[in-house]
């Protein structure tokens, strides 16, 4: 494979009882960046700071995390950033894969891969700091000879392994043409039984409506809750106006169109 753009997220000490330091984390980066084209975050991390590279101009075919993680979610530098924000992250950023390098995530892996297009690597146990440290550096720079990611992981987890690699094919968005075409299928048995378009238009109207402003929603309040740049009052306000035009949108989706026919 060519070199790939990966956005490295590592957390190896944090401000958070009962998570020990994670010492020679830089042989793992080192793995990465020497062989890829990647942008490491400054620690500690922040969570509002992984929505700026995921939202920001670049584009990354890889997100590595490596640190702590419980069930509550990614163990930053003071915080713990959910797996739901994190979904909310690899939706906006679609990258290809996502390489967790810590303990048991097999929880979080199963509900990133059913929520996102991308596959997902991750451990199913406990994990020793060496291993995953090694586990690493095998990996990426057996992505430059191999001709997927599935290749290389296969190549690095030979043995007993404690990591596992799950197949974005299980995603709950994008799981292949197959199910996207029967999903068509049975929405036009539902909605549009007698051949009619109008309906069928301004659904998918309505799906290009969600897909446009639904990430700007997301990131106007990501970076108020991060930033809290504006007063309550000033932010009520801001989101009033969003409901407004998105009433507005909705309606002539329904009605702006074809007269409100079939």
Wanted: charged share 20%; hydrophobic share 45%; net charge negative.
């Amino acid at each position: 494979m060519d070199a790939l753009k990966v956005l490295v997220v590592p957390s190896r000490i944090t401000e958070i009882d009962g998570f020990p330091a994670l010492p020679n984390m830089q042989r793992e980066i080192l793995a990465i960046t020497t062989g890829h084209e990647s942008t490491v975050l400054n620690e500690p991390v922040r969570w509002i700071d992984m929505l700026r590279a995921v939202t920001g101009d670049k584009e990354y075919d890889v997100y590595h995390y490596g640190g702590h993680l419980t069930d509550a979610g990614l163990v930053l530098g003071s915080e713990i950033i959910s797996v739901s924000h994190v979904i909310m992250m690899i939706q906006t950023g679609k990258p290809r894969l996502v390489v967790m390098n810590s303990c048991s995530g097999e929880v979080a892996a199963e509900r990133i891969a059913s929520q996102c297009s991308c596959d997902v690597i991750y451990a199913i146990t406990s994990l020793d700091n060496d291993i995953a440290i090694t586990f690493a550096v095998t990996f990426y720079a057996q992505l430059r000879k191999s001709n997927s990611f599935k290749e290389a992981f296969d190549v690095a987890s030979t043995g007993e392994s404690v990591f596992r690699y799950l197949d974005g094919k299980y995603s709950a968005i994008e799981r292949g043409d197959s199910i996207a075409s029967d999903v068509a299928e049975i929405k036009k048995a539902l909605f549009d039984p007698y051949g009619g378009h109008g309906f069928m238009q301004r659904l998918a109207r309505l799906e290009t409506i969600a897909e446009e402003y639904l990430p700007v929603w997301r990131v106007i309040a990501a970076t108020y809750s991060g930033t809290k740049t504006i007063s309550n009052q000033t932010f009520t306000v801001i989101m009033a106006l969003l409901v407004v035009l998105s009433a507005a949108l909705l309606f002539f989706a329904f009605y702006g169109a074809n007269g409100g026919g079939r």
